[in-house]
């Protein structure tokens, strides 16, 4: 475990350059991997932490992945897979990992994956997943914590109605459709960029997808996929996180190579809080007004897109902590307030009530030694220590390398403070390498 420590209170100013999508790589590279007629180069793929688990994987399952030439670039050879199984090693490190379920039934008719379980943001089924499966006629069991699946005579096009628009499930069946017979509609797809892009990538792999960033997606499957030459759009969440850096010190940030139409709901919120915002077809920047000490207060309600993304509610919280007056913030996708005690440690005045934290703005936060409990909920303790006065230590910062490209080299080129140090602390729940020395008796005492 790494620690980040960062000095408090400088004013962010400088420009940055967007990272590709982390929530969209990480299942194109699974896309990627439906190829069988040549390889698939992806460009502007983050490295991040995830996506090198998903990397991991994917060679675990003899799936060729080289990384490069150009700075961002992977390639994917689909080619033979080696294993229908799916390490646990792995997939418990990281939820998304499930989206190799689909990749194994569609190339090689089965799938042994683990169950991803619960995690810091509550439970998070894959129930939807496997109706989905089973509705395009594959046999699923569940085993020792894993799902099995099988489908001996390839998977058939069926007619799926999401229960919510999830944009795993969506992706999911997006890709094994693909290479079912027949059509496949989904009813209540989910509308994120994320999806769009996949499908995106698909279709110039040779699938035929119509519909996607709309409730209704239609997949016409085809005998095989090839390969092609795709750029990953640019993050979305890590871009407002970047803004959210600008505003909660007070400064500036432009990020290049942005799409601000990806942006609506979160640029709405910050200019509600009253930042301006200017933006290009290739760029968004934050600037704090002369006047404007702290941020006002706003309320948000997380949603799906083109609702207020889940992603941004603990970054957007952390800037709500000092401003002038109280904000509602309510989150009705996952448990995801874990943060919150770790925020109150920096001196924030939050409470949560069910599904809304309540947060009475104080003027200033103080450095704290904190723990980062999950990626986002990381960030928003990156973002409050970049505004808090003297020093904080985040914890557990691996959390937020899961979804932060180059963080400590993107802080410093807006001016911020930040060094990594080896981390020496136990996570909450874990167990200490060395817990067999305690029942180590001393020798003896000799006597002379
Ligand atoms: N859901 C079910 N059953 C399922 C699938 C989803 O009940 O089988 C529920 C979830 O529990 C949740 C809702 O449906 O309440 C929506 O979940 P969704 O499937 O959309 O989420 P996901 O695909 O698991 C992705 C992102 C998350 C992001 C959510 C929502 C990836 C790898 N992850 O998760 O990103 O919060 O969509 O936008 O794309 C993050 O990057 O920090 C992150 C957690």
Not at 39 to 48: A, I
Not at 247 to 266: N, S, W
Not at 401 to 428: F, H, N, Q, S
Request: aromatic share 4%; glycine share 12%.
């Amino acid at each position: 475990m790494t620690d980040l420590i960062v000095e408090g209170g400088v004013r962010l100013s400088g420009q940055l350059t967007a990272s590709g999508a982390k929530n969209s790589a990480l299942p194109a590279l699974v896309a990627a991997a439906l190829a069988d007629g040549g390889p698939v180069h992806l460009e502007h793929v983050p490295t991040d932490a995830d996506v090198a688990t998903m990397i991991q994987l994917l060679r675990s399952l003899g799936v060729r992945v080289e990384i490069g030439p150009e700075p961002g670039g992977v390639t994917v050879y689909g080619g033979e897979l080696r294993s229908t199984e799916a390490p646990y090693t792995l997939v418990r490190r990281m939820r998304a990992s499930f989206y190799v379920a689909g990749l194994l039934l569609a190339r090689a008719k089965e799938a042994t994956v683990p169950l991803p379980g619960g995690c810091a943001l509550g439970s998070r089924p894959v129930d939807y997943h496997l109706r989905g499966f089973e509705a395009m006629g594959a046999a699923i069991q569940i085993e020792g914590g894993s799902m099995r699946a099988l489908a001996p005579s390839g998977l058939a096009g069926a007619s799926i109605q999401l229960s919510r628009p999830s944009v795993g499930t969506t992706i999911q069946l997006m890709m094994t459709a693909s290479l079912a017979r027949g059509t496949t509609t989904l009813e209540n797809a989910a509308l994120e960029p994320e999806v769009v892009d996949v499908a995106s990538l698909l279709n110039l792999m040779g699938a035929r997808i119509r519909g996607a960033g709309t409730p209704i997606v239609r997949i016409e499957g085809v005998e095989g996929l090839h390969g092609c030459r795709y750029a990953i759009i640019p993050d979305r969440i890590e871009i407002a996180t970047w803004l959210v850096a600008g505003a909660i010190t007070g400064g500036e940030v432009a990020v290049h190579g942005a799409l601000a139409e990806h942006l609506h709901m979160p640029l709405a919120k910050l200019k509600e809080a009253g930042y301006l915002i200017c933006q290009t077809p290739d760029m968004v920047a934050l600037s704090t007004p002369p006047g404007l000490a702290r941020p006002h207060a706003v309320d948000l309600e997380t949603a799906p897109y083109p609702g207020f993304p889940t992603d941004l509610q603990q970054p957007f919280a952390a800037l709500l902590t000092i401003a002038d007056g109280t904000s509602m913030v309510r989150e009705t996708i996952f448990d995801r307030f874990r943060y919150v005690d770790e925020l109150r440690r920096m001196g924030a005045d939050v409470r949560v009530e069910r599904d809304t934290a309540i947060i009475r703005g104080v003027p200033r936060l103080t450095g704290a030694r904190v723990e980062a409990t999950d990626l986002r909920g990381g960030a928003a303790l990156l973002l409050a220590a970049l505004a808090a006065e003297g020093e904080t230590r985040i914890e557990n910062a691996e959390m937020i390398d899961r979804g932060y490209e180059a963080l400590e080299a993107k802080v410093a080129a807006l001016g911020g403070r930040i060094r990594r140090e080896p981390g020496t602390r136990v996570p909450d729940g874990g167990v200490a390498e060395d817990w067999r020395a305690v029942f180590e008796r001393p020798l003896p005492a000799r006597h002379s």
